[in-house]
């Protein structure tokens, strides 16, 4: 089974990248301002903020980058998985002009 991730404002929290080694620093960070861990691996960690909410400003210096509401897609095959990402990346372009730079 292959799956790559990406956002779907799916209700399933936030995932958060820091340098990898560095997961227990930014556990700490979260814990901090009262977010609640969901899994964690190399260099991320998904959580779902406490009653703080979401902040670009809540001041953490491990976090490098947030990705509100993370969704799985899932797929037998790369090529599959691949397909979804384009055809959700269509219906997101849908309506929206794009000029050439």
């Keep these: 089974m292959n799956s790559i991730l990406v956002n779907k404002h799916a209700g ?6 820091c340098e990898p080694g560095y997961e227990a620093h930014f556990r700490a960070e979260l814990a901090w301002i009262d977010w609640s ?9 998904r ?9 670009p ?5 491990f976090r ?8 799985y897609l ?9 397909t979804e990402l384009v055809s959700l990346f269509g219906k997101a372009l849908q309506g929206v002009p794009i000029t050439q730079p």
């Design 12 to 17: 399933n929290g936030v995932l958060s990248t």
């Design 47 to 55: 959580a779902t903020p406490g009653q703080g909410g979401i902040s």
């Design 57 to 61: 400003t809540d001041g953490l210096c």
């Design 37 to 45: 861990i969901v899994e964690v691996g190399s260099g991320w960690i």
């Design 64 to 71: 490098r980058l947030a990705l509100v509401s993370p969704e």
């Design 74 to 82: 899932r797929s037998e095959s790369i090529n599959a998985v691949a």
